[in-house]
């Protein structure tokens, strides 16, 4: 046998081989993204089916009763929902995207790195952690509030938006910038005028993602905002129900219709988070195609 042939009939095996390896992975890669799937049905399929009984107009517009009542229904809880996520969103979407312009547009790699470990070690913070450090520096000594639990949820919140925004910002163009600077544009009319609008849909995104993290928390505010509240509140000052408090209280009740209306709660939390999730995802495919990406 010639050397050229020798070569030949290795190249076929290590051919065999690569193949194999490549199917292997494959297959393994479609039986991990099916079981992802699949666990994702399997939760939603489980709170639909246990919960979709007690859905009704009266549920989502009635306010809940004292512990045990399950005459009422989860309307003071969506307000507080509302009202707290969107204070939180209030104090963090705004400092996030800041500091996602610094490092990515003045900051040097110096700063820039540290920054953005420690954005991913704030992430990675267990949530009952900033529940205690906000529980500390605004509950303790005085009341329960929602705003102390915006507070919490607000920590939460920052590393996402930051992280997301820091990632689009580098997408924009730098012909964009480079144009606006060869016209004499001031750098922050520049950031304001044409970066921030470029990477809007990117913006909105991580944003949403941000705010659909932070509903479904009940750490922090089970430590900052824990009340057992009859009628619809909507005084930040003091304690404010929220879906995740009632889904919490429903849970522990001993009545077998509060346990319905918790998974019912349950299913209203998931369907707002999935809608959340799509129009986040609408949201970058749109701003990837303004981008070129």
């Not at 009202?83 to 963090?92: G, S």
């Not at 004499?184 to 993602?209: D, H």
Request: hydrophobic fraction near 55%; charged fraction near 10%; proline fraction near 4%.
């Amino acid at each position: 046998m010639s050397a050229n042939q020798h070569a030949l009939l290795l190249d076929r095996g290590n051919l065999k081989r690569r193949n194999r390896i490549n199917r292997v992975v494959e297959v393994g890669s479609s039986i991990g993204a099916a079981v992802a799937v699949a666990v994702l049905v399997i939760v939603v399929g489980s709170v639909l089916l246990k919960g979709a009984g007690a859905l009704s107009w009266h549920f989502l517009t009635a306010p809940s009763g004292l512990f045990g009542d399950t005459s009422g229904g989860m309307a003071n809880a969506i307000v507080g929902t509302a009202i707290i996520v969107a204070i939180a969103a209030a104090i963090a979407i705004p400092v996030a995207i800041l500091v996602a312009i610094y490092t990515t547009e003045f900051a040097s790699a110096r700063f820039a790195h540290p920054i953005r470990f420690v954005l991913d070690v704030l992430n990675g913070v267990p949530t009952i952690i900033t529940g205690i450090f906000v529980y500390g520096l605004l509950v303790a000594g005085n009341k329960p509030s929602g705003f102390a639990g915006a507070v919490a949820l607000a920590i939460v919140m920052l590393p996402i938006v930051a992280r997301t925004a820091q990632e689009v910002l580098t997408l924009v163009p730098a012909t964009l910038k480079e144009a606006a600077h060869a016209l004499g544009i001031a750098r922050w009319r520049t950031i304001v005028r044409i970066t921030i609008p470029t990477a809007a849909g990117g913006l909105i995104t991580g944003s949403l993602l941000a705010v659909a993290r932070a509903a479904g928390e009940t750490a922090p505010l089970l430590l900052c905002n824990f009340i057992f509240a009859q009628g619809i509140l909507t005084n930040p000052g003091e304690g404010l129900a929220s879906i995740p408090l009632f889904i919490f209280q429903s849970s522990e009740s001993p009545s077998p219709e509060s346990h319905t209306q918790a998974w019912a709660a349950a299913l209203v939390l998931i369907a707002f988070v999935l809608v959340l999730n799509v129009v986040a995802r609408a949201f970058y495919a749109r701003s990837r195609k303004r981008m070129g990406a």
